[in-house]
């Protein structure tokens, strides 16, 4: 699968893959891709992000593929939110990031933050010895948009359309990853900083072999 010669504007999400069932997907490729993604009214799918890849339950009880190999060259643009590569369920494999050069700033009407979203409820992957993503608000309590992460579609829980995971913006997070290289990234983050920019890159303590992380570019890219 190619996806390439594509401008993306004035959207709330760029390049996305929802795998919420059984199958495998394998060997998509986007290529030569400008994106400007911003926040728009929360009840939509999408939360600024310029890349949102996730493999988690729609539902309970159903068996989740894997997402594997995917390639990521010559991405450039500006987005109000950072990127998610989540291989919660089966795992995300064999990844490339090649020419990717992304700024994080803030330019839209929803700038300041949009209405309210909640923290969703716990999402664990189905299967036996459950990956859970990491809570770190009490699910259903108020948190802020602004730099949250959106895996919606997801289990059902007391917050229905305005559900996120609170978090900070990174230039890409990843969970659940392997095989990951990078290969020529820029991440630039605008200055002043805003409260909820995270950092260019955070992995999680599941993650493995990520290669070329150290040759990131980052650019006013805090710790988180």
Known sequence: ???????????????????????????????????????????????GEWLAVTNSPRDNGYA??????????????????????????????DILFENINM???????????????????????NDTEHICIEQTAVPGSQISCLGSL??????????????????????VFLENAHDVTFKNVTFEFETPRKDYFGTCLKVDKRSTNVVGSDSIRCIGGGGY
Request: charged fraction near 15%; hydrophobic fraction near 30%; proline fraction near 5%.
């Open 1 to 47: 699968v190619l996806f390439d010669n594509i401008t993306i504007w004035d959207s709330n999400g760029g390049m996305s893959i929802q795998q919420r069932s059984q199958g495998n997907i394998m060997n998509v490729t986007f290529s030569n891709i400008n994106i400007e993604t911003r926040y728009e009214s929360p009840r939509w799918w999408g939360n």
């Open 150 to 171: 959106d895996y919606r579609p997801t289990p059902m829980g007391n917050c229905s359309f305005y559900c996120r995971s609170a978090s900070k913006a990174n230039g």
């Open 103 to 125: 700024k994080i700033e803030t330019y839209g009407n929803y700038s300041d933050g949009p209405l309210p979203c909640f923290q969703n409820p716990v999402i664990c992957s």
């Open 64 to 93: 989740i593929g894997q997402i594997r190999g995917l390639k990521f060259v010559n991405i450039t643009g500006r987005s109000e939110n950072g990127g998610i590569l989540s291989g919660l369920s089966g795992g995300a494999h």
